[in-house]
């Protein structure tokens, strides 16, 4: 499918209506007209861990069709296979990637980790990129490794590196991940899909930083899309999910092991997801706006060494990122020029954003990675991870931009 990243800005299209925009999706689904129970407006949560039959004969004719592949999904049967209100959101995610199916999840990882364990098995092989989120990173090159699964970490961005890793009829899928955390590193998808699809091996993409509002990576070949809908999908910080969206029949053998290995995401944590995408195009937007304001404005401040964000002209990446997103994300990452104390007595010194771990909700947050997610390791070993001890991530959220400049200014000058 070609790609005109001019149509693309909310109006990018999705699969049930060529016609519509991002946030008529996010807020609609596919039916904006259907009957719902009690005409309720909103999507129902469906409450209940299993599902009741009229007599023997409707289960004789569930079954019958179930087994024969035909009609069985129209109704559900229990909790652990779905769910009316998972149904729904599910629906709802895939129009947004314009993909045809979508497995909801429990948490980002649990999306990760079962996708993972459906599509691999003993002997085979997985290429990854080494910038990808450090827990899919771990969960590939420790926990499948206990179970036979090889993985090979090529660097981000050298694609000789990523094909050369590839072993004939051996090599399943490659796991990559755009923008990345927490440097925004932008892998060219097209580049990507071309490799997987010469070398016949599948791609899977955490979009997370993305969000469908920005880029859609099923549009550029790629065969797995997977979010994190814990950040910028729900986008409250109230709620943890995972999402996996794809080819329909890929789809189908992902549920089928959902129900196995039993990671089912609540019906209220999927109404909650439901009720946050509604307004995803108009956060995903503002989160754009501020982050990319914020990313100029501290790239040209004398107290700051280095930015990153992918909207700026000095990011590697930047001439990929124009190519394929319409926006360039909520994340803005930094470092401060001083040490690790001083790094931290800039923070202290902000007003609006929270310092907690996490990303893509209404309300901004900080991190400094040497205090937390890299707390573990000495300096050098931060260091040679690419995290200096005066390095920061800010995740941009719905406030007003001036109201977070400003902020920014105060705590800058401060020091
Ligand atoms: C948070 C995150 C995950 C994991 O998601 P959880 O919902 O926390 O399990 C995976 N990938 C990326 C890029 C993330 O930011």
Redesign the pocket.
């Known amino acids: 499918m070609t790609h005109d990243p001019k149509t693309h800005n909310g109006t990018a299209t999705d699969a049930g209506h060529p016609t519509r925009g991002a946030s008529t999706t996010a807020v609609h689904g596919k039916d904006a007209r259907r009957d719902e129970p009690y005409h309720a407006l909103t999507t129902p949560i469906l409450q209940s861990a299993t599902f009741t039959f009229r007599d023997s004969d409707d289960v004789a004719d569930y079954m019958a069709r179930k087994y024969r592949g035909d009609g069985a999904g129209e109704r559900e049967e229990y909790g652990r296979y779905g769910n009316p209100t998972v149904v729904e959101v599910e629906r709802k995610l895939a129009a947004l990637d314009g993909g045809e199916a979508a497995v909801l999840y429990p948490?980002?990882?649990?999306a990760?980790s079962s996708a993972l364990l459906t599509m691999l098995s003993p002997g085979a092989h997985v290429v990854i990129g080494d910038d990808i989120?450090r827990?899919?990173y771990e969960f590939c090159t420790t926990f499948l490794k206990r179970f036979g699964v090889e993985t090979t970490v090529v660097p981000m961005g050298d694609y000789d590196a990523l094909e050369a890793a590839i072993i004939p009829r051996k090599t399943r899928l490659i796991v990559s991940?755009s923008p990345t955390?927490p440097y925004g590193r932008v892998v060219d998808l097209v580049r990507l899909a071309e490799i997987g699809k010469r070398q016949r091996v599948r791609t899977f993409v955490?979009s997370?930083?993305a969000t469908p509002v920005n880029q859609r990576p099923l549009e550029f070949g790629i065969d797995f899309v997977m979010h994190?809908a814990?950040?910028f999908l729900a986008g409250h910080n109230d709620l943890?999910?995972?999402v996996v969206i794809g080819r329909a029949d890929r789809m189908a053998a992902l549920r089928e092991s959902r129900g196995l290995l039993g990671g089912i995401v609540d019906p209220g944590a999927a109404y909650l997801l439901d009720r946050g995408l509604k307004t995803l195009g108009v956060r995903v937007r503002q989160q754009n706006e501020s982050a990319l304001a914020l990313a100029r404005f501290l790239e040209g401040h004398p107290a700051i060494e280095r930015v990153w964000y992918p909207g700026l002209e000095s990011h590697p990446e930047h001439a990929i990122a124009r190519a394929q997103m319409s926006g360039f994300g909520g994340v803005v990452t930094f470092i401060v020029r001083g040490d690790r104390a001083r790094t931290s007595a800039f923070i202290d010194r902000l007003r609006i954003p929270y310092i907690a771990p996490?990303?893509g909700g209404v309300e901004s947050l900080i991190q400094q990675p040497a205090l937390m997610s890299h707390f573990d390791l000495t300096p050098e070993e931060r260091l040679a991870q690419g995290v200096p001890d005066n390095l920061v991530r800010f995740s941009t959220g719905i406030e007003d931009t001036a109201d977070l400049l400003a902020d920014f200014e105060q705590a800058l000058a401060g020091g």
């Not at 948490?107 to 649990?110: E, L, T, V």
């Open positions: 948490s980002g990882m649990a990760v989120y827990h899919t991940e955390n955490d997370t930083f994190s814990t950040k943890l999910a995972g996490s990303l």
